[in-house]
């Protein structure tokens, strides 16, 4: 029995070997190899498994001491685990270098992949010019200076920049050593200054105040009239101190050969210049007959009014297409009243309106301020030449004619050309313009005369600017203004000049020139750089325009040829 029950346990046994042992042990072959498995997969291949966790890193201090060596993890930077060194003597530690002569830096920021060896660079501070500092005081209010640069060697330029905050201005601004020495600043402009840099660390400092409001003007009971010296003429005054309201008779004298042009007076306080009386005389040699008319209307010769009418009427009514003008139907159809009538207008052009002109008193009331008042005298002998000897040529020539009335045709041209062709006169004329001022001198025929602008020349951008009407008249050429076209008009014998006002364009001669500028307008006068003025004249720079930087004066010379 006991026999049986062992051997059970040992069957037993072998039962339990079978279940656990696996069923490919009992079969032919080779042993089957397991399947792959599932799953993730480690991405580090058998080459990134072989690369090294650390690498060195050799600091060669280039002669100036012992290697260094670091360890540093792969893939990661030096950074701060770079050793920095000390000055050595002479010598100041200038960063790390891939080469041995030290031209290729290294960046301590880029990852390390590799074993490396970085090389010391080392400056010899012996042979090295110094940089001296520039400390803007922490103490400025109400603005701010800024500089460039903040470190300079000795002789170098440094610039300083001012930005006062809204409301302020600079009142003052120093740079001084350590001794307190102040150093010389110069203007570039208000909001930069410039300096040389000394060999020595300087310090700036600065104060801004508040915009001062301009003062009001001294209230006084009386105020001062200044009288100028005019030239060709005198001028005095009935009072020399005045109230404001207070009226003040001014009286101006022409000397002979002179009327007057303007008189005129500028506020003291506002710059302003204020017209007291105006001449106008542009109407009486073409245009002036309707003052004539009312002058010998209530003064003289009615029976004559009356026939200027009369003719006047038929002319517009019969001849207006034949005729250029009244002047010549007079002359061919009236000849008798063409002739009083050039008497009686000379009469009162220039025998009239010369000794009316050439001495008169005007008022103003006076301001509350000083004043200074000025008298323009015009040259009066061209009207006086036109209508005292015009008249007796005309004579002459009306006798010509007639006298030639039964010739041929051919002997009457040749006739009436000796008598029209005249060789011209030319002469030369210079204008001269100070910048800022509004006096204009004029060179005429070795006579010298002073007239009075209502605007000064000026400069923009680098160019001279000029009132273009005072110019071309001073120049002997004639201005008119078309309003309805906004175009200037300049003409004479040689030059007939446009300018459109609203554009760019010059047209001379029949020939447009376009110019980079366009005109301005200043107190109602068209304003033209230098250069389009001698376009539009005729002049060429350099021969008839001179520039005088001291006195910032423009001479312009025209040859003129006279009429």
């Known amino acids: 029995m006991k026999k049986f029950k062992n051997l059970l346990a040992i069957a037993m046994v072998f039962v339990m070997l079978l279940a656990v042992m696996p069923m490919n042990v009992f079969a032919d072959g080779d042993p089957q190899t397991p399947p792959p498995a599932t799953g993730p997969v480690d991405p580090v291949d058998?080459?990134?498994?072989?690369q090294p966790v650390e690498i060195k890193v050799t600091f060669n201090k280039n002669g100036h001491g012992d290697n260094v060596f670091i360890y540093v993890r792969n893939g990661q930077p030096i950074g701060d685990q770079a050793p920095t060194l000390e000055d050595d003597g002479n010598f100041k530690f200038d960063g790390w270098y891939l080469d041995q002569e030290c031209n290729d830096k290294y960046d301590l920021t880029t990852p390390v992949t590799q074993e490396l060896i970085l090389y010391a660079k080392w400056v010899d501070q012996t042979q090295q010019v110094p940089e001296y500092t520039v400390t803007i005081d922490a103490n400025i209010k109400n603005g701010s200076v800024t500089v460039r640069p903040n470190k300079a060697k000795a002789g170098d330029t440094v610039e300083l920049r001012i930005d006062p905050e809204s409301g302020y201005e600079l009142k003052?601004?120093?740079?001084?050593?350590?001794?307190?020495?102040?150093?010389?600043?110069?203007?570039?402009?208000?909001?930069?200054?410039?300096?040389?840099?000394p060999a020595a660390d300087v310090t700036v400092t600065a104060t801004f105040i508040p915009v001062?409001?301009?003062?009001?003007?001294?209230?006084?009971?009386?105020?001062?009239?200044?009288?100028?010296?005019?030239?060709?003429?005198?001028?005095?005054?009935?009072?020399?101190k005045a109230k404001k309201d207070e009226k003040v008779t001014i009286t101006a004298s022409a000397n002979p050969g002179y009327v007057i042009d303007r008189i005129y007076y500028i506020n003291r306080n506002t710059k302003e210049k204020y017209n007291i009386k105006d001449y106008y005389y542009g109407g009486y040699r073409y245009n002036g007959y309707y003052r004539y008319d009312d002058d010998y209307r209530y003064r003289r010769f009615n029976g004559y009014y009356n026939d200027y009418y009369r003719y006047y009427n038929d002319y517009y009514d019969n001849y207006f297409g034949i005729y250029n003008s009244y002047d010549d139907y007079l002359y061919y159809e009236q000849r008798s009243h063409y002739r009083d009538y050039y008497d009686y207008r000379y009469d009162y052009d220039y025998r009239y309106l010369y000794n009316s002109y050439s001495y008169d008193k005007v008022d103003f009331y006076m301001p509350?301020?000083?004043?200074?008042?000025?008298?323009?005298f015009r040259d009066w002998s061209y009207y006086d030449d036109y209508y005292y000897y015009g008249r007796y040529y005309d004579d002459y020539y009306y006798s010509s004619r007639k006298?030639?009335?039964?010739?041929?045709?051919t002997e009457e041209k040749e006739e009436e050309k000796k008598v029209e062709e005249k060789a011209p006169e030319v002469y030369e004329t210079k204008a001269i313009i100070t910048i800022g001022s509004m006096i204009l001198e004029r060179i005429r025929n070795k006579v010298h005369t002073i007239h009075q602008m209502d605007t000064a020349a000026y400069v923009k951008d680098g160019r001279a600017m000029l009132p273009i009407r005072y110019v071309a008249e001073a120049l002997g050429l004639s201005v008119s203004w078309d309003?309805?076209?906004?175009?200037?008009h300049i003409w004479d014998l040689t030059q007939k000049v446009e300018i459109p006002l609203n554009t760019n364009k010059i047209i001379v001669n029949g020939v447009t020139y376009t110019s980079d500028v366009k005109p301005e307008i200043k107190n109602n006068r068209t304003m033209l750089p230098i250069a389009n003025v001698a376009r539009a004249l005729g002049l060429v720079d350099g021969t008839d325009i001179y520039w005088n930087k001291d006195s910032k004066q423009i001479t312009l010379t025209r040859k003129v040829l006279s009429k």
């Open 212 to 240: 001062q409001a301009p003062k009001p003007p001294v209230v006084t009971d009386e105020y001062n009239v200044y009288l100028d010296t005019p030239a060709h003429g005198s001028i005095s005054s009935n009072k020399l």
């Open 483 to 488: 309003a309805q076209t906004k175009t200037v």
């Open 46 to 50: 058998q080459n990134d498994q072989d």
């Open 172 to 197: 003052t601004l120093a740079v001084t050593d350590a001794n307190n020495t102040p150093i010389t600043l110069n203007d570039v402009s208000d909001s930069s200054k410039v300096f040389t840099m």
């Open 403 to 409: 006298n030639k009335k039964n010739n041929t045709k």
């Open 368 to 376: 509350a301020s000083d004043v200074d008042v000025y008298v323009v």
